[in-house]
């Protein structure tokens, strides 16, 4: 059979006394929730304000990254170019040489 544990009336007195505490205001106890609800709004939002930081950074960085390929690629056509160029002439530099030469 279950065994029933029955409670004494002291026990019954300090719930009694406990109910009433958290009725004291009319509440039951909504203010101390209401507090903590409170703490963890601002708890999020200080999380949200450091995450936007963060992802703010690292957008940062990966723009810095981009605009430096950017660069990079535009000093690597011109030098191309620039190469381009140069073996151009001396081709036509020796061209005309073996032409004289000929």
Do not use: C, P, Y
Request: hydrophobic share 45%; aromatic share 4%; net charge neutral.
């Amino acid at each position: 059979m279950d065994e029933q544990k029955f409670v004494t009336l002291r026990e019954m007195d300090v719930l009694r006394d406990e109910v009433h505490r958290l009725d004291d205001h009319g509440s039951r106890g909504v203010g101390a929730i209401q507090v903590q609800l409170v703490d963890l709004v601002k708890d999020v939002v200080e999380m949200k304000v450091e995450m936007n930081t963060k992802f703010g950074l690292v957008d940062d960085r990966f723009e810095k990254q981009r605009m430096e390929r950017i660069v990079g690629r535009r000093w690597l056509i011109g030098t191309s170019f620039i190469a381009i160029s140069v073996l151009v002439t001396i081709l036509g530099l020796l061209i005309g040489i073996l032409q004289r030469v000929h």
